[in-house]
């Protein structure tokens, strides 16, 4: 908690902060890309951070298209924030994206093996 508690109050309001423990590339499992076949980078699902303005930027500036995301979206919500936080980063100049991740952010959780891993 102690990490979450100093991301969230180390980030200014122009920030739209994407954080997790584990950032996939989107290209490891078919299963990963939207219905459209594209592919975003995103955090993995056990549990990630968003800062203020992404959330907004995603949640009220972005409505329609996050609502209306099954053309590209997926089954699952952590390949889908990806995807709303490339969105956002084309969208929004008037604010700087980053993208990080944090080992030990989510107590308890492993790195999945990846198929390069299995190689």
């Known amino acids: 908690m102690t990490k979450v508690l100093s991301i969230a109050s180390t980030t200014p309001r122009n920030?739209?902060?994407?954080?997790?423990s584990y950032r996939w590339k989107g290209t490891e499992y078919a299963s990963m890309k939207g219905a459209d076949g594209s592919i975003d980078p995103y955090?993995?699902?056990?549990?990630?951070?968003v800062s203020r303005a992404l959330a907004h930027a995603v949640a009220v500036d972005d409505i329609n298209h996050s609502v209306l995301y099954m053309p590209y979206g997926s089954s699952s919500e952590d390949v889908d924030m990806g995807k709303w936080f490339?969105?956002?980063?084309?969208?929004?100049?008037?604010?700087?994206?980053v993208c990080e991740v944090v080992p030990g952010l989510i107590k308890h959780h492993e790195v999945p093996d990846s198929p390069e891993k299995k190689r």
């Open 86 to 97: 490339a969105h956002a980063n084309r969208t929004h100049p008037e604010l700087k994206f």
């Open 15 to 20: 920030v739209a902060r994407y954080v997790g």
């Open 43 to 49: 955090m993995s699902g056990p549990g990630y951070l």
